[in-house]
C-alpha cells in the first residue's frame, strides 16, 4: 500500500554542440521559446520544450535532433548545457522508471484535439518547404564536424564588385586534392576561423553557401566556390569586424582553411528534366543561384533543360556581384531581371517590385508543377517576396494560402535568409 511511486522519465531535446553551426535557425523557428543561446551553445530549456519538433526540419546540419531518456528530476538544465563541449552520454535509468509527458514538457499538456500533435511535427514554421523537389539528388551532410575538419587549399580570391563601392564581395575558390568533399547546389559549408574568441574559446564556424556546381567550380574538378561579402558593420550600421568574412576576403592563394560540412537536405536543386527555377536573391544571397545556374549551363546539350527566372537585387549595378558574367548569358538560356535601390538617375526598384512587373511570366510558372522558387539574401526580404507572389496570384483569381501551402508541402519554395 505504501510502494513508492514509480520515477517519471524525460525524453529530453538537446542540440550537439560538436555539429552546430551556430546559424540561429532553430531559435527563429521554436513557436515556444524553448531555444536560446550565449556566445558558447545553442540549448534547449526542459521546463519549455513541448516536443513539438518544428525546429528539426529547418536545421542544416541535423545538431537539433538528439534526444536523451532521464529521469525528469535529473533534467539536464540550461546552465549545463551551455557549458558543454559535446552531448553527455546515455545514462541508465532506474528499474522503477515510467514514461512521461511528451518531449521536454515538465508537466503533462493538455489535451489537444486530434491530429494536432501530428500536424506540429510536420509543419515548418518558416516560410518555406522543409523537404526538397522529389527529384532532389540525394546530399551528403556532416561529413566532415569540428573535432574533424577537412583542409581546402585556397586556389583563386577576386573581387566581384567594383573596386570603389562599399560592397566589398569575393568570390574565393577552395580545392580540396584527393579528399573526398561531395556537394549539391544549394548546400552549404562551415569555415573555421583560426583564433580564439573574447572568451578564449576556438572561434566556432560560419556558414557560406555553394556558389559552384556539384562537378566543381572548375569542371571535374573536385573543388567549389563561396561568395563572401566582407563585413564592416552590424546590421544597425555601426562598425563591426566580421571575424570570418575579413579572415576569408583577406587570403591568398596556396591558403589553407579548415572546412566543415557540407550541410543542406531541403534547399537542392531539382534534378530531372525540364524543371523551371525562380531564383531571388540580393547581394552574396546570389551564391546558390550561380550554383544552380552554372549546373543548367553545362547541361545545355545534354538534356533538356526548363526556364529559368533570376531577380537580382542591389544597390548599384557595381555592387552587383557577377554582373560581367551575368550579362553575357543568353537571354533565352535565362531571363534576368536587376533590382537596383541606389542606382543614379534610376527610381528606386526592389526584387519584389520586378515580381509584380512581370506577374504575367512569374503567374505562367508558378503554374507549372515542375517550378521551383528559391529566395537567398537578407532575412528581411522573406516578407515582400511573399507579399508579391500573393499579389502576383490573387490577380489571376486563385487563393494564394492554397498554392503557398502545396509549395511548400512539394518542397518547390524555399528560404535561405540570415
Not at 2 to 18: G, R, S, Y
Not at 68 to 78: C, F, G, K, M, W
Not at 181 to 199: M, T
Not at 299 to 323: H, N, S, V, W
Request: aromatic share 6%; hydrophobic share 35%.
Amino acid at each position: 500500500m505504501n510502494a513508492p511511486l514509480p520515477v517519471e522519465v524525460l525524453k529530453q531535446h538537446l542540440i550537439d554542440p560538436e555539429i552546430c553551426i551556430r546559424c540561429n535557425t532553430c531559435e527563429e523557428t521554436c513557436p515556444v521559446d524553448a531555444i536560446t543561446h550565449d556566445s558558447n551553445n545553442y540549448v534547449v530549456d526542459p521546463e519549455i520544450c513541448n516536443g513539438c519538433m518544428a525546429c528539426v526540419p529547418p536545421c542544416p546540419t541535423g545538431s537539433i535532433d538528439n534526444w536523451r531518456l532521464v529521469v525528469r528530476a535529473e533534467a539536464y538544465s540550461v546552465q549545463d548545457q551551455l557549458g558543454w563541449e559535446e552531448l553527455p552520454q546515455e545514462k541508465p535509468l532506474p528499474p522503477d522508471a515510467a514514461a512521461g509527458g511528451e518531449g521536454g514538457q515538465a508537466t503533462p499538456a493538455p489535451q489537444a484535439e486530434p491530429g494536432l500533435a501530428q500536424a506540429a511535427a510536420v509543419t515548418p514554421a518558416a516560410p518555406g518547404a522543409a523537404v526538397p523537389p522529389w527529384s532532389a539528388a540525394h546530399p551528403y551532410v556532416n561529413l566532415y564536424t569540428h573535432k574533424t575538419p577537412i583542409t581546402a587549399t585556397v586556389v583563386g580570391n577576386y573581387r566581384v564588385t567594383g573596386a570603389d563601392t562599399e560592397s566589398d564581395i569575393h568570390h574565393i575558390v577552395l580545392d580540396f586534392g584527393e579528399q573526398p568533399f561531395p556537394v549539391l547546389e544549394g548546400q552549404s559549408i562551415g569555415i573555421l576561423p583560426p583564433g580564439v574568441d573574447a572568451q578564449g574559446r576556438p572561434h566556432h564556424a560560419r556558414q557560406y553557401s555553394l556558389a559552384s556546381p556539384r562537378d566543381g567550380e572548375r569542371a571535374g574538378y573536385n573543388n567549389l566556390s563561396l561568395t563572401v561579402k566582407r563585413v564592416t558593420q552590424d546590421h544597425g550600421g555601426a562598425a563591426a569586424h566580421g571575424v570570418c568574412s575579413n579572415y576569408l576576403c583577406d587570403l591568398t592563394r596556396n591558403d589553407t582553411v579548415q572546412v566543415i560540412g557540407p550541410f543542406g537536405h531541403t534547399f537542392l536543386m531539382p534534378n530531372h528534366p525540364q524543371a523551371n527555377l525562380i531564383m531571388i536573391c540580393t547581394g552574396a544571397g546570389s551564391a546558390p543561384m550561380r550554383a544552380m545556374t552554372e549546373r543548367s549551363r553545362r547541361l545545355i546539350g545534354t538534356a533538356d533543360i526548363g526556364k529559368l527566372m533570376l531577380f537580382f537585387g542591389a544597390r548599384t549595378e557595381r555592387e552587383l556581384p557577377y554582373f560581367g558574367p551575368l550579362m553575357k548569358l543568353p537571354r533565352d538560356f535565362i531571363d534576368i531581371n536587376l533590382a537596383l535601390s541606389r542606382e543614379p538617375g534610376q527610381p528606386k526598384r526592389y526584387v519584389q517590385d520586378l515580381i509584380r512587373e512581370r506577374a504575367a511570366h512569374v503567374r505562367g510558372l508558378l503554374a507549372d508543377r515542375n517550378t521551383c522558387i528559391y529566395v537567398c539574401g537578407l532575412k528581411g526580404m522573406e516578407v515582400g517576396v511573399l507579399d508579391a507572389l500573393r499579389d502576383v496570384v490573387v490577380q489571376s483569381g486563385e487563393d494564394w494560402s492554397i498554392l503557398h501551402d502545396a509549395l511548400r508541402r512539394e518542397g518547390r519554395l524555399h528560404f535561405e535568409t540570415y
